[in-house]
């Protein structure tokens, strides 16, 4: 895209979507645990707001709740509410309510995952329960951040799926950005293991998924056109800004470079990619002088 076409697609945008890890901040934990502000990314986030547009930051996290986010990113200076904050726990608990109403559900995962589906008042198995031997039903398995997943659950989890239960994952995402080292990723592991033993396939609910863009443009109250996806990750941001009709730009502060995006495949192309959230509040601010009517 060139630079009169980014000027003016992003003059149209009505909402704005920005990842998290290695795009707002960068930390050696998810969701901003214990990190610090990128550079340009508060002014980026004030420019969108008193632009008058609607934004929402999204992480593939589901450790932890959106309040719990969105206090620890305004400890960080960054001016967001909870509701502007998005995880994979909030599409999961969405999803499943469209799909199961109120059938038992199998969730593996901390509070983060848990708090939302107890906000929809879904029907979540008590898994002590499950693991000491009572028979479950359930028609999914909904996988996230557990890090005390062992094989008392794996057995429960696999059991249920070989009854009939779907397998869902907020997020396979193998690693994120972090300061000093790789930071893996821990519900890929657990679904990739839990369809190893049982042969059956998982379905991703966080981003890319047609659900969590679902998710996003209602929370922006825009449509996928008027959205504007930027983050650092080609398959994770990219990909879906690409397959939804959003605008893409990849910011090369986290996982990928800018010669990861020249070689990616047509379906991860950004339509721009910048080195800092500073270089786009100078373009987001070239686009809304350019957009402003002029005087005759
Ligand atoms: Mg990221």
Same mark, same amino acid.
């Given at each position: 895209m060139n630079p009169e076409e980014l000027t003016r697609r992003l003059a149209s945008v009505r909402g704005v979507m920005f990842d998290i890890d290695g795009c707002l901040i960068l930390s050696d934990?998810? &969701? *901003?645990?214990g990190g610090s502000v990128l550079p340009g990314a508060r002014e980026a986030i004030d420019l969108v707001r008193s632009s008058g547009r609607s934004l929402a930051v999204f992480t593939n996290? &589901? *450790?932890?709740?959106p309040h719990q986010i969105a206090d620890s990113l305004r400890a960080l200076g960054l001016d967001l509410g909870d509701h502007e904050v998005l995880t994979p726990a909030v599409v999961a608990a969405e999803t499943m309510q469209a799909l199961y109403q109120d059938q038992p559900l199998l969730v593996f995962g901390g509070v983060g995952l848990h708090h939302d589906f107890e906000k929809l008042g879904l029907n979540v198995i008590d898994l002590d329960r499950v693991v000491a031997g009572e028979p479950t039903n359930a028609v999914a398995v909904v996988i996230g951040?557990?890090?005390?997943?062992?094989r008392d659950k794996l057995q429960v989890a696999a059991e249920a799926v070989l009854a009939g239960a779907a397998i869902y994952c907020? &997020?396979?995402?193998?690693s994120f950005a972090s %300061?000093?080292?790789?930071? %893996?990723? %821990?519900s890929g592991f657990i679904a990739t293991g839990l369809s190893h033993v049982t042969g059956h396939p998982y379905r991703v609910l *966080?981003?890319? &998924?047609p659900e969590a863009m679902q998710t996003l443009v209602q929370r922006l109250g825009v449509a996928a056109e008027q959205v504007l996806i930027i983050g650092d990750d080609l398959i994770l941001e990219c990909s879906m800004a690409r397959a939804s009709g959003a605008l893409g730009i990849l910011v090369t502060? *986290?996982?990928?470079s800018a010669a990861d995006a020249e070689a990616a495949p047509t379906n991860q192309k950004p339509d721009a990619v910048l080195d800092s959230m500073t270089e786009f509040v100078e373009l987001l601010s070239l686009a809304s002088e350019s957009s402003v009517p002029r005087a005759v």
């Open positions: 934990g998810p &969701s *901003g645990l996290g &589901s *450790g932890q709740t951040w557990d890090t005390d997943f062992g907020t &997020s396979d995402a193998p %300061v000093h080292h790789l930071n %893996v990723g %821990v *966080g981003k890319p &998924s502060t *986290g996982t990928n």
